[in-house]
T-cell receptor
Framework: KQEVTQIPAALSVPEGENLVLNCSFTDSAIYNLQWFRQDPGKGLTSLLLIQSSQREQTSGRLNASLDKSSGRSTLYIAASQPGDSATYLCAVIRMDSSYKLIFGSGTRLLVRP | GAVVSQHPSWVICKSGTSVKIECRSLDFQATTMFWYRQFPKQSLMLMATSNEGSKATYEQGVEKDKFLINHASLTLSTLTVTSAHPEDSSFYIC?????????????FGPGTRLTVL
């Protein structure tokens, strides 16, 4: 059974800091991994999608890496801003017939001005 | 990017009533949609996979007679919570992949907050 874990559960940093969010998964047989952002009471916004054959993806100040063999992904946020405050979720799609997204529990990020 | 809408965005109902939530893909067709439930400060839990033209498939532990799913067209899936009870109060979110492949990027609706009194 695929399990996705995110560490830390919560993080508070001053504005301007670079930070790393961690995601680990127990079964390396995945199609891809996605990072999402969720603001309180809102739906999810897709940030980055990494295919299983890729090692990283970048979008602006965000960089996500994937090490499938070790079951790990990291989301790097450069020069954090108060507007980055949100919950960040990672999710994997299992490489079986279901193609279902399995979510981690999320990291709640607070960037202090 | 692709847009998925949900209606209503929030609903309050009395215990025992039924509530219908709509999920629409606004600028693409979706043969598959997914329904999730999220309790406060918890992650999303997949409830069921909605398939256009066929029956939905439910995750283990989800009552299919309580959570009725109808994928009426290539742009609309509905989730009906029948005989709602306070423990059904939650945030319900749908998603859809854009390219017809479930391994494609999934776009999520804004969610529907259900409160059952």
């Amino acid at each position: 059974k695929q399990e996705v874990t995110q560490i830390p559960a919560a993080l508070s940093v001053p504005e301007g800091e670079n930070l790393v969010l961690n995601c680990s998964f127990t079964d390396s047989a995945i199609y891809n991994l996605q990072w999402f952002r969720q603001d309180p009471g809102k739906g999810l916004t897709s940030l980055l999608l990494i295919q299983s054959s890729q090692r990283e993806q970048t979008s602006g100040r965000l960089n996500a890496s994937l090490d499938k063999s070790s079951g790990r992904s990291t989301l790097y946020i450069a020069a954090s801003q108060p507007g980055d405050s949100a919950t960040y979720l990672c999710a994997v799609i299992r490489m079986d017939s279901s193609y279902k997204l399995i979510f981690g529990s999320g990291t709640r990020l607070l960037v202090r001005p | 990017g692709a847009v998925v809408s949900q209606h209503p965005s929030w609903v309050i109902c009395k215990s025992g009533t039924s509530v219908k939530i709509e999920c629409r893909s606004l600028d693409f067709q979706a043969t598959t949609m997914f329904w999730y439930r999220q309790f406060p400060k918890q992650s999303l839990m997949l409830m069921a996979t909605s398939n256009e033209g066929s029956k939905a498939t439910y995750e283990q532990g989800v009552e299919k007679d309580k959570f009725l799913i109808n994928h009426a067209s290539l742009t609309l899936s509905t989730l009906t919570v029948t005989s709602a009870h306070p423990e059904d109060s939650s945030f319900y979110i749908c998603s859809a992949p854009t390219a017809g492949s479930s391994t494609d990027t999934q776009y999520f609706g804004p969610g529907t907050r259900l409160t059952v009194l």
